[in-house]
């Protein structure tokens, strides 16, 4: 969920970025980039049925493929940390991160950017917050 009022890269413009990037336009790869606009912070398995409503023969391994590759040239953000499924945003968002220390969910939070989207915070994120 994103907290922030941080503007989202378009989900219009995964053919520039890709193109940009010197990689090779493709229909999976243009959706993946288009449902990870539309959906931050997600995991593969959060995110191989919405590409799927979009291209019904998506592999898991098809978007794992497009994920490193979007990583690799800098057009995805990926999210490592001990215990905690991989979590995959498109870069260019200019917020903060904050990582629940009681279920594991990734969110976006409001103030100034840290230097690197490395830096997560730990803390409660919202829907664990609010059923305290």
Same mark, same amino acid.
Do not use: K
């Given at each position: 969920m994103l907290t922030t009022s941080a503007p989202l890269p378009s989900s219009a413009d995964a053919g520039t970025r890709l193109r940009r990037a010197g990689l090779r336009v493709t229909t999976a790869r243009q959706v993946v +980039?288009?449902?990870?606009?539309?959906? %931050? @912070?997600? #995991?593969?398995?959060?995110? +191989? %049925? +919405?590409?799927?409503? &979009?291209? $019904?023969?998506? $592999?898991? &391994? *098809? =978007? @794992?493929? =497009?994920? #490193?590759? *979007?990583?690799?040239? *800098?057009?995805? @953000? &990926?999210?490592? @940390?001990? *215990?905690?499924?991989? &979590?995959?945003?498109? $870069?260019?968002f200019d917020h903060r991160h904050l990582l629940c220390r009681q279920c594991g969910r990734l969110e976006a939070i409001d103030g100034a950017p840290t230097e690197s989207a490395e830096e997560v915070e730990s803390g409660l994120c919202s829907r664990c917050a609010s059923a305290e």
């Open positions: +980039l288009e449902v990870l606009a539309e959906n %931050p @912070h997600v #995991t593969v398995a959060e995110l +191989l %049925p +919405l590409v799927r409503e &979009r291209l $019904s023969m998506a $592999s898991t &391994r *098809g =978007v @794992h493929d =497009v994920l #490193t590759t *979007g990583v690799a040239a *800098g057009l995805v @953000h &990926r999210f490592d @940390h001990v *215990g905690v499924a991989q &979590r995959y945003e498109l $870069s260019g």
